[in-house]
């Protein structure tokens, strides 16, 4: 249970998956009942599909990471609502890897690390509905900084623009993911300096400097890259320990453990999503309840997404 020292990056496209009825039912199988019961609760296929995915990915992961049986984990959630692996078989989990998801647009994604927090964030760039980008960025102002405003309002054409926008949204929302921090966290005290000017599909980038509260902070690195040509990803993990109120010897234990785990870090990490079908994203999945043919019709009975964005996609 200690074989998971390389980093993973995968995706799930749910928004092109149109699943069979015995997909949807043996996918319902293979999680948790307090988890299927969740997701039978969303209203529109694509936000169930989602969470579907987000559920099978976590479970995949972990399962082959720490080389255990898929039906022996046990997944639980924090007072904040994010998943963390609770207990595996009968014994409590006290080694993990630390694994984030999110979902937007056409992707769930996950990223897991073997020894710090992470966090994950995914968003699809596209024109927002019912709105100028001029009005969008308008309503969004308080997010940034006036730095990254001129950033994104210069980045060219306006599809460059949103790829700016949401390029800076993803790396703020996976810090605040990171630190488990929720949405009383001012997105405002970060400012980041993007290096590398464009985003391309299949490419890390890792040059992103951070600023918080105005100051560099160098403890923190984001990964960034393009899925598909228009679905940007942040990737946020804090790999040094503050040296606030260390004494002499702490420091020297820190600076190596420091070392080590940046290392480690480099070793493990920055390398490209791979997004899965469906077959391998329940490769080695094992049902824990019965085929329920009620979930199935109750899934088959909903739209896809709201009229509305029914309406803009065709």
């Known amino acids: 249970m200690k074989n998971f020292m390389a980093g993973l990056r995968l995706a799930f496209n749910f928004g092109f998956w149109n699943p069979l009825q015995s997909e949807w039912t043996f996918a319902a199988q293979c999680i948790q009942p307090e988890e299927k019961e969740r997701i039978s609760q969303f209203m529109f296929q694509k936000d169930a599909k989602a969470a579907m995915a987000g559920r099978l990915l976590i479970r995949k992961s972990l399962s082959s990471l720490l080389q255990v049986p898929y039906s022996s984990l046990v997944l639980s959630r924090t ?25 937007h647009g056409n992707f769930t994604v996950l990223a897991t690390h073997p020894n710090v927090d992470i966090g994950v964030d995914v968003m699809k ?12 960025f308008h309503d969004m102002r308080r997010q940034f900084t006036e730095l990254e405003w001129r950033v994104i309002q210069s980045a060219g054409s306006e599809f460059n623009q949103l790829l700016m926008f949401y ?38 980038v890792t040059d ?8 560099i902070n160098k403890e923190w690195t984001f990964e960034e890259t393009l899925l598909e040509g228009d679905h940007c990803i942040a990737i946020a993990y804090q790999y040094l320990t503050p040296q606030n109120h260390l004494t002499a010897q702490e420091t020297k234990t820190n600076h190596n453990e420091k070392e080590s785990q940046q290392s480690l870090i480099e070793a493990s990490t920055v390398k490209p999503f791979r997004i899965l079908s469906f077959q ?8 824990q309840t019965p085929a329920d043919l009620e979930y199935w019709q109750n899934f088959d009975s909903k739209l896809e997404r709201p009229k509305k964005q029914q309406e803009s996609v065709t």
């Not at 024109?127 to 980008?133: D, E, K, V, Y």
């Open 79 to 103: 007072d904040k609502g994010k998943p963390y692996l609770s207990s595996v078989g009968n014994a409590l989990s006290n080694t993990s890897p630390h694994f984030n998801i999110a979902h």
């Open 167 to 204: 390029r800076h949204w993803c790396l703020k929302e996976s810090m605040v993911k990171c630190l488990g921090a929720g949405i009383g966290f001012g997105l405002d005290r970060l400012e980041f300096h993007v290096s590398s000017p464009l985003l391309t599909s299949g490419n890390t």
């Open 280 to 287: 391998e994203l329940i490769a080695n999945a094992m049902p």
């Open 125 to 136: 760039v596209e024109q927002p509905m019912g709105r100028t980008i001029k009005k969008f």
């Open 208 to 215: 992103t400097v951070l600023l918080l509260d105005g100051k």
